[in-house]
Structures are given as C-alpha cells and as structure tokens.
C-alpha cells in the first residue's frame, strides 16, 4: 500500500469498525478507528495507518487512530512507520 518506508516497526492494530447506510444511497461508508502498538504493548505515535485506495490517518500520541468514510466490505489496512 505504502511505498517509500524507510523500516517498518512491527505493529499491531486494534481495530474497531462502525458502518452506517444512509438512505436512497447505494454506497455504503463506515468508520475505522484503532490503537496502534508495538511488539512490547506500548503505544506508536506517528505511525501511518491507511486503507488501499482510500483514507489514511496518523495514530496520536496513545497509539489512537480514526478512518472517515471506509467504503462497506473486505478492506486491506496497512501501518507503517519510518
């Protein structure tokens, strides 16, 4: 997804995804918000956490993330950090 990092730290994602279906409208969006860590459970600030072909975010300070308008179905989320 991400081209251009320099190292990548290993990363996990606490994910949390809430849809919505406005109506008259045949596309479907919905919100994914998450926590970033690293391997020793402590919080990555700075980390870029994106969906391919849609948003992408930059985790806060407590590893905190949030995805506006993520088109409904199977999505790939990726993270990184230089």
Same mark, same amino acid.
């Given at each position: 997804?991400r081209?251009?990092?320099?190292?990548?730290?290993p990363?996990?994602?606490?994910?949390?995804? &809430?849809?919505?279906?406005?109506?008259?409208?045949?596309?479907a969006q /919905? +919100?994914?918000?998450?926590?970033v860590? +690293?391997?020793?459970?402590?919080a990555?600030?700075? &980390?870029?956490?994106?969906?391919e +072909?849609?948003?992408a975010?930059?985790?806060?300070?407590?590893?905190?993330?949030?995805?506006?308008?993520?088109?409904l179905?199977?999505? +790939?989320? /990726?993270?990184?950090?230089?």
């Amino acid at each position: 997804m991400r081209t251009g990092l320099k190292s990548i730290i290993p990363v996990i994602l606490l994910v949390v995804f &809430a849809g919505r279906v406005q109506a008259g409208s045949h596309l479907a969006q /919905g +919100n994914i918000s998450g926590y970033v860590f +690293n391997y020793y459970g402590l919080a990555v600030s700075g &980390a870029v956490v994106g969906v391919e +072909n849609g948003p992408a975010a930059i985790s806060a300070a407590d590893g905190y993330y949030f995805l506006a308008g993520v088109s409904l179905g199977e999505q +790939n989320v /990726g993270c990184g950090k230089t």
